[in-house]
């Protein structure tokens, strides 16, 4: 176990003991709700199928845009609604990531 050194006592060095004690975890599989805006799909994940990974990986995307490949998922234009979709679900994430462990800065990491 490791933490951070800390000269005196605040919430952020309690925040940092907590955290270093927590292993790498996948938050590609927090759960996440469907866009009310006429979203209907269920996602594709074989465990959780609404997890994020399940919702805006490229598979999910893939499917979402029935079974296109990688190469016509990346021509899609910005304009496209699978990408308001997929962003709306990725807020979701950011926002409980924040509540959860309030981060400086979170990166999304991916093929898309």
């Known amino acids: 176990m490791h933490s951070l050194p800390a000269t005196r ?6 925040r940092y003991t907590l955290l270093s004690n927590l292993r790498p975890f996948l938050s590609g599989h927090i759960r996440v709700a469907t866009n009310p805006k006429g979203d209907d799909f269920t996602g594709v994940c074989p465990y959780h199928s609404s997890c994020v990974e399940g ?15 990688i190469q ?3 021509d899609l234009p910005d304009q496209d ?7 709306y679900q990725l807020g979701q994430v950011c926002a409980n990531l924040v509540l959860i462990s309030s981060p400086d800065r979170i990166r999304f990491g991916g093929g898309i």
């Open 9 to 14: 006592f605040n919430h952020n060095t309690y």
């Open 55 to 69: 919702m805006c990986a490229s598979g999910a995307l893939r499917a979402r845009k029935g079974g296109i490949s």
């Open 72 to 74: 016509e998922l990346t």
């Open 81 to 87: 609604p699978v990408w308001d979709q997929c962003a």
